[in-house]
């Protein structure tokens, strides 16, 4: 089956500590995103990527890095820099272009504590 | 700076009442407007609309948007339990490569 999956799906971190948040789709997909969401709110874009070796920063990039080495994967890591890292985080993919088409994955919900 | 923004911030309804959403935007180069469902996890796709006044319909649910006007509504009639959920409003940009979401409607169905 095609999808995006995402994991951990609740994942707990001390203050101070970085964390990785892995992000896989087999859609064949050349863009993917990462969201944050936080309680009551919408979705603000984090980074996206359009191609492998390129990402950009979306409206809320401080305190987070990526990487897109494969097509397939878009890891997100939260950095001991992000004040207020606790917050549900989705990964989206989609063709190139064609944002609204994608599709989400599960989520993580990450607390730190 | 692109900004959608949706209201009421949350709702509570009996079932079989009507309830209309609302998102209004400010975006430099629009594309289309989503309406997404989303349930405590990752959000579902509803309707996507780019021409004005022509509405788009699924069962109980209705969308229109209005381009001069900048905003759209989503309608749910007859709404049941299972309509609870937050709807999330996006604006795409022209190149494709980004949506604006509005901050949610929190919409709860009382039996």
């Known amino acids: 089956d095609g999808g995006i999956t995402q994991s951990p799906k609740y994942l707990f971190r001390k203050e101070g500590q970085n964390v990785t948040l892995s992000c896989e789709q087999n859609?064949?997909?050349?863009?993917m995103y990462w969201y944050r969401q936080d309680p009551g709110q919408g979705l603000r874009l984090i980074y996206y990527?359009?191609?492998?070796?390129?990402?950009q920063k979306g409206d809320i990039a401080e305190g987070y890095s990526v990487s897109r080495e494969k097509k397939e994967s878009f890891p997100l890591t939260v950095t001991s820099a992000q004040k207020n890292p606790t917050a549900f985080y989705l990964c989206?993919?989609?063709?190139?272009?064609?944002?609204?088409?994608?599709?989400f994955g599960p989520g993580t919900r990450l607390t730190v504590l | 700076e692109d900004k959608v923004v949706q209201s009421p911030l949350s709702l509570v309804v009996h079932e079989g009442d009507t309830v209309t959403l609302n998102c209004s935007y400010e975006?430099?180069?629009?594309?289309?407007l989503l309406w997404y469902k989303q349930e405590k996890k990752a959000p579902t796709f509803l309707f996507m609309l780019?021409?004005?006044?022509i509405e788009k319909k699924s069962g109980r649910l209705s969308s229109i948007l209005d381009k001069k006007e900048l905003f759209s509504i989503l309608n749910i009639t007859a709404t049941q339990t299972g309509d609870s959920a937050v709807y999330l409003c996006?604006?795409?940009?022209?190149?494709?490569?980004?949506?604006?979401f509005g901050g949610g409607t929190r919409l709860m169905v009382k039996p």
């Open positions: 996006a604006v795409e940009n022209n190149a494709g490569n980004m949506l604006t």
């Open positions: 989206a993919s989609s063709r190139t272009g064609r944002v609204n088409e994608q599709f």
């Open positions: 780019t021409s004005s006044g």
């Open positions: 859609l064949n997909h050349d863009a």
């Open positions: 990527s359009q191609i492998v070796n390129d990402f």
């Open positions: 975006v430099t180069n629009f594309r289309s």
